[in-house]
């Protein structure tokens, strides 16, 4: 298993890059350049990173291609195959977004999300931009989340029937789904249903936490790992199963503090699970 989250502090060049990578014991990383790098630069870091053994976990390409503004789609698409070409130049294990949204926030609940023609418009952009691309090192992938497709390990697959590119794959995100009562007190079971049927298409993964109020109606909220209900014991010891290599990629926390606890959590977590983090 890989660890990885973001970097505080600037850097200039991939051995400052590797310097903060050291700093906070992380052998996966996100990505560490921009669509905009030229080749030089872009083959620096992956040199860099292949020698040190750390590994590109993912380029986001954080964008909604399903806006329903026409200027906004075209350009997202734009954006996601222009990232998707760096994953592929670079050598990360994945490129990824969410599937987009055709409501008035790109990554909020709309109820056109979650209808059969919003998964048809899924299926034609995602082959779309591979197609465009054609990469061969790397994989478009769909963060799974609450509210939009893909939503549970059922409707990925379906995603994965129906797009039908040898260069999709998974991007999985446990606390995204946990958006019902059973999946959040169940989450030990649910965990183990989503990596058995989705393991061998798993790129890369988010390391989050989920926290349910008392507050009516429903209402979990996205905490640091350590002070949620997600089972990370089992999360790490599933995961190993699929690849040694699967990169566990922090986000969404707000100091270094946070990450350096997040982190630690994680580790003593691993540590349960008989699992060695590189």
């Known amino acids: 298993m890989r660890l990885g989250g973001p970097l505080f502090g600037s850097y200039t060049g991939p051995e400052e890059w590797l310097a903060l990578l050291r700093k906070y014991g992380y052998s996966a990383a996100y990505c560490p350049v921009d669509s905009s790098a030229d080749e030089e630069t872009i083959k620096s870091y992956e040199e860099a990173g292949k020698k040190a053994g750390i590994v590109i976990a993912e380029v986001g390409a954080w964008s909604n291609p399903l806006s329903p503004m026409e200027e906004v789609r075209r350009s997202a698409l734009e954006f996601c195959k222009a990232q998707l070409d760096l994953a592929d130049r670079i050598g990360a294990l994945c490129c990824v977004n969410i599937a987009g949204s055709r409501g008035k926030k790109w990554d909020g609940p709309c109820e056109e999300d979650l209808t059969e023609e919003t998964f048809e418009a899924i299926v034609e952009t995602v082959r779309e931009i591979i197609d465009a691309v054609k990469p061969i090192r790397t994989f478009y992938t769909l963060e799974t989340m609450p509210?939009?497709?893909?939503?549970?390990?059922?409707?990925?697959?379906?995603?994965?029937?129906?797009?039908?590119?040898?260069?999709?794959?998974?991007?999985?995100?446990?606390?995204?789904?946990?958006?019902?009562?059973?999946?959040?007190?169940?989450?030990?079971?649910?965990?183990?249903?989503?990596?058995?049927?989705?393991?061998?298409?798993?790129?890369?993964?988010?390391?989050?936490?989920?926290?349910?109020?008392?507050?009516?109606?429903?209402?979990?909220d996205q905490v640091r790992p350590g002070i949620g209900k997600l089972d990370y014991t089992t999360l790490i010891r599933e995961l190993e199963k699929v690849s040694p290599n699967i990169p566990l990629m922090m986000e969404h926390l707000e100091t270094e503090e946070e990450y350096l606890l997040a982190g630690e959590y994680i580790r003593t977590k691993a540590k349960e699970a008989g699992v060695s983090l590189r």
């Open 147 to 220: 509210w939009m497709y893909p939503d549970s390990p059922d409707s990925y697959l379906r995603l994965i029937k129906a797009i039908d590119r040898k260069q999709f794959a998974v991007h999985l995100d446990i606390a995204n789904m946990i958006n019902t009562p059973w999946r959040y007190f169940f989450n030990r079971e649910f965990i183990k249903d989503c990596i058995e049927k989705l393991g061998p298409y798993i790129k890369s993964c988010h390391a989050k936490d989920v926290l349910m109020s008392e507050t009516f109606n429903v209402h979990i």
